[in-house]
């Protein structure tokens, strides 16, 4: 049995700045796995490698068994079965909230109108925005709009879900609504990976923690392992800043 | 003053010279559109080749006098190289006026829509390619609709620019448009050469100025809400 996700001395340069360094995960199919680390920490970067919205300069990744292509027809097949989730919602803004989520259904998977226009509706209402189904995105708060970006990456039906940083830009009464989405997602079982800030989150869904730092993964454990008993000095000193108050 | 104009408009049918500029605005408008999308195109595409074929287009036809592409579309595509749209002289000599304007335009076409292209967000075409849509489908679908909606006052100078350039179209032979009138006149007329002037330049400042007020009235109306 492979792991769903799996990157194996993972390289990547910008310029002189080595962003990540021999990275070698593992995700297995219905794991939730929450990435944390300082920021420039390269855990960003991680999770849009997987996805091959960055390239790497060397390593290997699998989904499914199967290396990343490269671009082309079959890396468009490859990214239909992995959901992406943005810090900056990046939903159409030429299209309404009903066209954002049955876009990629009708145009890749070649769904017929009807039918995606039904699944989008049955996803709207499962984030709790299908009252909002004909609006623009701009007609949406923030965290109206990331729970439909959720709703459309679950429109294609991925194997995996990339989280980068989904409540950052949110204002702080609507990280909540968002996290509750991601929450329930993790308990019906998707398997997900998450960059996030949201401690309480990682303690409370997160079956593995990674923590990264100057483009390494140093520590990987379960949560209650990881806050209580962290093992690295930079992780002790993270930890310290963030869980104070 | 009075008199004299309505002695010109009288021995000359000056409607009917405008009316040959807005046709051959309204032609090189289409072609140059199209022809400038799929520059644009070409130059955002992922194939490098093709970016480079459309980066040397542009910048040449960008530096390029609009005169001698003129003159060559009519000495050199159709007296050298033989290129010819018609047996009738006169709408020969349009078309390959039309072709010389909308080579030239689409340059400008091409830079205008970039320019709309840069208003939109990076994470609009990341979010495409992660939901598995390829390039095409990302540029019909995302990129492109709120690049044109982005460039509207771009394309709208551009569009002035040609009104004005269609007059470039004389050196084209195309004898009935207004500078070729102009000239005419101003020939025959010598002593009213201020009202020749005046007439035709208010005229095209009569075109003109809705163009502009349209443009800017769209802009706002069309711009994206992010």
Redesign the interface.
């Known amino acids: 049995m492979h792991p769903l996700v799996e990157l194996t001395h993972v390289e990547k340069h910008y310029g002189d700045l080595h962003v990540l360094k021999d990275i070698n995960l593992k995700v297995d199919k219905g794991e939730v796995l929450v990435v944390v680390g300082p920021s420039g920490s390269g855990k960003s970067t991680m999770c849009r490698t997987i ?1 091959r ?1 960055e390239t790497i300069d060397s390593g290997d990744i699998r989904i499914d068994g199967k290396p990343l292509p490269q ?1 082309g ?1 079959e890396l ?9 989730v ?1 810090q ?8 309404t909230i009903l066209e954002n989520v049955t ?2 259904p009708i ?2 998977r070649h769904m017929n109108k009807k039918e995606a226009e039904d699944l989008a509706m049955d996803l709207l209402a499962r984030v709790g925005v299908d009252s909002q189904a004909n609006k ?4 949406l708060s923030g965290g109206q709009q990331q729970r439909v ?1 959720i709703a ?2 679950l429109a ?1 039906r991925p194997k995996v879900m990339l989280f980068d940083e989904p409540t950052s830009a949110l204002d702080p009464e609507m990280v909540n609504e968002v996290l509750d989405v991601m929450v329930e997602l993790a308990h019906e079982g998707m398997t997900m990976i998450c960059v996030t800030h949201e401690m309480g989150f990682a303690r409370k869904v997160a079956n593995r923690v990674v923590f990264m730092a100057d483009g390494r993964i140093l520590e990987q454990s379960s949560p209650d392992e990881f806050f209580e008993n962290p093992q690295t000095d930079r992780a002790k000193d993270f930890l310290s800043k963030i869980l104070t108050h | 003053m009075m008199e004299s104009f309505l002695m010109l408009f009288a021995q000359y049918d000056i409607p009917r010279a405008f009316l040959v500029n807005i046709e051959l605005t309204l032609w090189s408008a289409l072609f140059s559109m199209v022809l400038g999308t799929v520059l644009v195109m070409m130059r955002i595409s992922p194939i490098s080749s093709l970016r480079t074929v459309a980066g040397g287009y542009v910048e040449f036809f960008k530096n390029m006098p609009l005169t001698i592409i003129m003159v060559f579309m009519v000495l050199g595509a159709f007296g050298q190289l033989k290129l010819s749209f018609s047996d009738t002289f006169a709408t020969n000599f349009f078309w390959l006026a039309v072709t010389g304007l909308s080579l030239y335009t689409a340059a400008f076409v091409c830079e205008s829509l970039r320019s709309g292209i840069n208003t939109v967000p990076l994470g609009q075409a990341e979010a495409a390619r992660a939901l598995g849509l390829g390039f095409m489908q990302s540029a019909t679908e995302i990129i492109l609709p709120q690049a044109f909606r982005g460039s509207v006052a771009p394309l709208g100078n551009t569009l002035i620019a040609l009104l004005k350039n269609s007059t470039v179209a004389a050196a084209a032979s195309v004898s009935t448009e207004t500078s070729s009138l102009m000239s005419e006149m101003i020939e025959y007329h010598p002593d009213v050469i201020v009202s020749i002037f005046m007439i035709f330049a208010f005229g095209y400042v009569i075109l003109i100025i809705p163009i502009g007020m349209l443009t800017t009235y769209l802009s706002n109306k069309l711009a994206v809400r992010r």
């Not at chain 1, 900056?88 to 299209?95: G, R």
């Not at chain 1, 623009?136 to 007609?139: A, F, G, K």
Request: proline share 3%; hydrophobic share 55%.
């Open positions: 996805n919205l671009e027809k468009a097949n490859l990214r239909a079965e992995v959901g992406m943005f900056s919602f990046n939903l159409f803004a030429n299209k876009l990629a145009k890749v623009m995105p701009s007609q970006a459309r990456a294609m």
